[in-house]
């Protein structure tokens, strides 16, 4: 029996053979000339034409024929059977294909199929159409130089125009951000003042999601990150307010003003917990106040801000610090330039504040854990922004220069452990990467030409809004090298705290060796500061006199570099 089955196709049906041959070339039309077209000529003299900077587009609709596809049903049935031998008869199948697998042809057949078959699977095995190649190769985004590009610009749309105080970013998504607008200046308000804030959609900036009207300009904003349709914000007036999305723009509760913060309300945070309601509350008046939103009559405790553990506040909270998987501890900011690390579970009230850091000149704006190292954290103040360590109280383990102008915020990205950002009183953004470099940032941008009040970047890592002074807050896309995990970036930034910190802790051992040694030479000297022909006030005047003479030098130096920027 011969197993095979020609398939043949008309050589008609396969299209025209194309023939190609050489010609000499051929006149096809010839169009005679048209005498009395050329009497309806008429020069132009001079020739305008109008040229547009843009390139010119057009448009063009087919209306296609709509493919009707249908879904059809195959029935296979097992074929190829002699009409005399039933296929569901084992033995009979058996005794076929034993009579069959015999015969010389089906042999031939089947040595021929199984050559062509051989090298079928052989071509499969060399070459793969469907392979990913490069699996195994990441991409390094360090290649590529780091940017950033403006997205949106949301302005506040009142008259009187207010500085944005405060950012938080929806919790889900990239979708909203909300804004807290108020003037921060001693009786700077003009009267009949907006007090609303708004929520933003991103691709919207013409007009706002939504409204929040609370009964006194919003300082702060924070969204609920177990419910986004919850967010609290902190009032002008100490209070704390409480929205639900979901029920309009009025606030739903807002704590009595007697058990309120007495000074502006500069930061709220929501902590981890079953039902996700409580949050913790400062304000420059020396009090750290925990909230349950469900029942904001009064607060459920209460920490007065002193060193010496007394009932008296001493110390103004404007910045917290609160990280999840440490539940028990948080941080404060205050305006004194001091960082309290504090404890909420300790055994007395006294000893709630456990250690403080000390290493600003002015208030403490912005205060911040590392997402992936949280024993490390950032402080922003005065001209510097500072990384600590909690092994080490006694200084910072790392810093910034000082700037020319006074930095407002600063905040760590989440998705690369090396880098920070920074904002200037000047409207600059300071990008820092202590992969690439740690003495000057890696990227400065000019936001805007007036101060940046506040900044705060999305979970994943690559929107970064900044709010300015007269209430315009600037959506950023951060480039891919900025936002994107390096080859190795973690281990190396753990080498880098962690030699940072052993330097610093060695520096500090030699210091107080060197006071212990002055201490007992002095002691035993016995002698005072005269004999030895220091007078403490000619020590002052000279200081005084060289940090003058160093200011007048940074100036002259300023002035060259401008007049060769000129030039």
Partial sequence: ?????????????????????DRTAESLVDIPVDESLKESFIERNPCESAIQCAPEMSEHEVNTERFETQSRGINHVEGGWPKDINPAEVEQTMRFRKKVEKDEVYIQAIQQLGSVMEHTIKQNNAVDIYEEYFDDITEDG???????????????????????????????????????????????????MCMDSYIWDVESPNKPDMTLKPISPLVCIEYNPKDPHCLVGGQYNGQLAFWDTRKGSQPIEVSAISNSHSDPLYKCIFLTSKTGTECFTTSTDGQVLWWDIRKMAEPTETLILDL?????????????????????????????????????????PADRIVANFSGHYGPVYALQRNPFFPKNFLTVGDWTARIWSEDLRESSIMWTKFHRSYLTDGCWSPARPAVFFTSRMDGCLDVWDYMFKQNDPTLSL?????????????????????????????????????????????????????????????????????????????????????EDGENPEELVAEADKNFWFTVEQEKIGIEKKEKAAEQ
């Fill in 446 to 530: 000019q936001v805007c030409d007036e101060a940046l009040n506040c900044l705060r970047i999305q979970d994943s890592g690559s929107l970064l809004a900044c709010g300015s002074h007269s209430g315009n807050v600037t959506l950023l896309e951060l480039s891919e090298s900025l936002s994107q995990q390096q080859r190795n970036e973690k281990a190396s930034v753990t080498q880098i705290f962690e030699r940072e910190t052993k330097r610093e802790k060695i520096l500090e051992s030699r210091y107080r060796e060197m006071k212990l040694k002055e201490r007992a030479k002095s002691q035993q000297e016995d002698r005072a500061p005269e």
């Fill in 308 to 348: 010496n553990k007394g009932d008296k506040p001493t110390l103004g909270g404007i910045s917290l610090e609160y990280e999840s998987t440490m539940p028990t501890k948080f941080m404060v900011g205050t305006e004194q330039g001091v960082v309290l690390s504090c404890n909420r579970k300790a055994k007395t």
């Fill in 1 to 21: 029996m011969e197993i095979v089955y020609v398939y043949t196709k008309k050589r008609e049906e396969f299209g025209r053979q194309c023939n190609f041959t």
């Fill in 142 to 192: 360090s290649v590529e130089p780091p940017s950033a590009k403006t997205i949106n610009v949301f302005r506040d749309p009142n008259e009187h125009k207010r500085s944005a105080a405060n950012i938080s970013w929806y919790p889900d998504n990239a979708q909203k951000l909300a804004v807290a607008y108020s003037i921060l200046e001693f009786q700077r308000s003009p009267p009949g």
